[in-house]
């Protein structure tokens, strides 16, 4: 049992470390030409992967943007965030008041 049973939990570790290098990658990506303009190949590109590694993750582009969404606001990747909201693909009452004060707070510095 002790070999199959590591085996089994170094796969679930390399698949949650490629799946977290492609979310990276894809905020990298974000904050280079704007969360609406991200694409699988550009992510693909940055994370060394191939862009069926991304949908066999993913599946779709939607659960993709959604992961990097959660990982963005638990991060408070503020930039990211503000473009998501725009975007609608975020809605301002989900967020942490806290949140939403730093969000404030970013935009009122930004002008």
Known sequence: MGKKGCGKYKRLADTTLRKQKIIDAAVELADKVGFSNITRDGI????????????????SMVKLRKEIIRYVVEKEVLAIIIQAIGQGELKTEKLPPALKKKIADYL???T
């Open 44 to 59: 693909a590109n940055i994370a060394n992967v191939s862009a069926g590694l991304i949908n066999f993750h993913f599946d």
């Open 108 to 110: 009122s510095n930004q």
